[in-house]
């Protein structure tokens, strides 16, 4: 699994769970709290999902320098969310998105 799937998959599971992406950013991560916050206010659930699409566009951009590596990955996927609250579905979406991830080493 590469490291851009692994954080798809641990976003999902943050989605039905609300454990934290182990692979997210600090920042990353206090913005998830704060959206779970604003969405347990409304006592709304956010289900979030992306999907390898056919014939997808990825690859990843290595560059080293002041002595660390930094790797940029993309690709293509198809993005559902559905927002509910109880058993009432108050809204689905299903988009094209192009995923971006930056890796330190």
Known sequence: MD????????????SLTGREPVSA??????????????????NILKEEEYIHVKDEIRGSLPRKGNGYTSKIIYREARQNLTYRRGDKVLRKYSRPVNLYVSVLD
């Open 25 to 42: 950013s600090i920042d990353l991560r206090y913005m998830l709290d704060l959206q779970e916050a604003r969405l347990k206010e409304q």
């Open 3 to 14: 490291t851009l799937e692994q954080f798809t998959d641990e976003l999902h599971e943050w």
